[in-house]
């Protein structure tokens, strides 16, 4: 018996919108999800911005929604750490997304024997402060790191994100970062301890099968793969696992709501 869809978990690019631009059903999706009242967190392994930032960005294509629906690596990097180490200390490699998400966790940002080195995105990453970063590795800090993507966009094509900076620092230091998002499971919960939802009731909807979908996987949610992102329909056979339906859109998910 196929149990009753209750909460909701969706990336946002690729699944909502695409270069500022809402893709298609994305208002009309998230629209259903409020007015049914369902609980529900808006994803993203980007660490730059803040859930403040976001909710501006999605409300200029015309998405509307609160700055508690938005959930982002840096926060769930921010909830980790806190129940690791409460109140612990961190060199932090990134931007206002992850400092603010770490200050407001009450996280202390040092360079001063750290507990932690946390490795986020950023769009400029200093030689030096990744110098620092190795330093302090070496001298025992442990190594987080927000997302294991490779590479991010810009106008002007691909630009080296977390993965591949925290791949320079594992050279370096022969120590590997734990990496928070997806498709760390643990993303996935993290956000269902969020709004108080249970796998066996909820639905991960996502554009990619190496994040995505394999994160809502191992975590026990549903999942719908949308064709508005990086993963087109015949890439789907070369995974070794599926999702529980590939839809064109979320503008097919907004009857399910």
Not at 62 to 76: C, F, H, M, N, Y
Not at 136 to 144: E, K, T, V
């Amino acid at each position: 018996m196929t149990r009753e869809i209750r909460s909701w978990l969706s990336d946002m690019d690729g699944v909502l919108v695409h270069e500022n631009q809402a893709l298609p059903g994305a208002a009309e999706f998230v629209g259903a999800l409020q007015s049914a009242e369902r609980p529900f967190l808006i994803l993203t392994n980007n660490s730059i911005y803040t859930p403040r930032d976001l909710r501006a960005r999605l409300a200029a294509t015309g998405i509307e929604v609160p700055e508690k629906a938005i959930w982002t690596s840096a926060l769930a990097t921010a909830q980790f750490l806190t129940d690791q180490m409460p109140g612990g200390s961190a060199y932090v490699i990134g931007e206002a997304g992850l400092t603010t998400a770490l200050y407001e966790a009450g996280y202390t940002l040092t360079a001063a024997r750290p507990d932690f080195v946390v490795l986020g995105e950023t769009r400029t990453y200093s030689f030096e402060a990744i110098t620092q970063a190795i330093r302090l590795i070496q001298g025992g800090a442990r190594f987080i790191a927000t997302n294991p993507d490779v590479t991010g966009p810009s106008a002007d094509g691909d630009l080296p994100a977390t993965g591949a900076v925290a791949a320079m620092i594992s050279a370096a230091t022969g120590r590997k970062p734990y990496f928070v998002g997806k498709p760390n499971p643990m993303m996935i919960r993290s956000a269902l301890n969020r709004i108080d939802a249970h796998s066996e009731t909820t639905v991960m909807v996502g554009d990619r099968m190496d994040t995505d979908v394999v994160a809502g996987i191992e975590a026990g949610l549903r999942t719908y793969l949308v064709l508005t992102g990086s993963t087109r329909a015949t890439d789907v056979d070369r995974f070794p696992f599926r999702p529980t339906a590939v839809l064109d859109s979320v503008q097919d998910l907004v009857g399910l709501v």
